[in-house]
T-cell receptor, first 113, second 114 residues
Framework: KNQVEQSPQSLIILEGKNCTLQ??????????LRWYKQDTGRGPVSLTI?????NTKSNGRYTATLDADTKQSSLHITASQLSDSASYICVVSARQAGTALIFGKGTTLSVSS | SQTIHQWPATLVQPVGSPLSLECTVE??????LYWYRQAAGRGLQLLFYSVGIGQISSEVPQNLSASRPQDRQFILSSKKLLLSDSGFYLCAWGRTTSSYNEQFFGPGTRLTVL
């Protein structure tokens, strides 16, 4: 069964600190993996997208890694800011007919001052 | 540039009442369109998707229906709402390219059924 598991479920860090969010998936055949940021009450916004041939991609203070062999991805946030407080969702697309994406439940990050 | 709109932003409806949520996309033609529901503490669940006018695919059989009367308009409906229909409804549009199945989300509608 295609699944995406994220950890931790929630995380609280101090402003300025770094953090890493994890994503494990069992989607096959794999097409690509993306990380979304979703502010409370808003729609998700894409941060990064990676295919199986890409193992790292950055977007400002956000750096995503992908290990297609172990089927793991991480999202590293550097020098966190209060505005980073949000839910971060890992989404995997399967390389098959149709347009289905498999969504993780997200990690809720709270950055405090 | 492309933009996606949803309305209303919030909605409170009694059980048994009808529902109509609207989504429109600007700045692109023949997009793929999607309706998702996000329940508290759960991941996004794909409800419907459409690859063209009048073409609707349902992912989860339920109390809801979708229609696409125009190329860039997607409507989510119900004849009689249930308590379990409460949630955050997101519309998304996308294009299928050789590598990505990129989807762009709207601002969402918060539906509370009482």
């Amino acid at each position: 069964k295609n699944q995406v598991e994220q950890s931790p479920q929630s995380l609280i860090i101090l402003e300025g600190k770094n953090c890493t969010l994890q994503c494990n998936y069992t989607v096959s055949p794999f097409s690509n993996l993306r990380w979304y940021k979703q502010d409370t009450g808003r729609g998700p916004v894409s941060l990064t997208i990676m295919t199986f041939s890409e193992n790292t991609k950055s977007n400002g203070r956000y750096t995503a890694t992908l290990d297609a062999d172990t089927k793991q991805s991480s999202l590293h946030i550097t020098a966190s800011q209060l505005s980073d407080s949000a839910s971060y969702i890992c989404v995997v697309s399967a390389r098959q007919a149709g347009t289905a994406l498999i969504f993780g439940k997200g990690t809720t990050l709270s950055v405090s001052s | 540039s492309q933009t996606i709109h949803q309305w209303p932003a919030t909605l409170v409806q009694p059980v048994g009442s009808p529902l109509s949520l609207e989504c429109t996309v600007e700045g692109t033609s023949n997009p793929n369109l999607y309706w998702y529901r996000q329940a508290a503490g759960r991941g996004l669940q794909l409800l419907f998707y459409s690859v063209g006018i009048g073409q609707i695919s349902s992912e989860v059989p339920q109390n809801l229906s979708a229609s696409r009367p125009q190329d860039r308009q997607f409507i989510l409906s119900s004849k009689k709402l249930l308590l379990s229909d409460s949630g955050f409804y997101l519309c998304a549009w996308g294009r299928t390219t050789s590598s990505y199945n990129e989807q762009f989300f709207g601002p969402g509608t918060r539906l509370t059924v009482l």
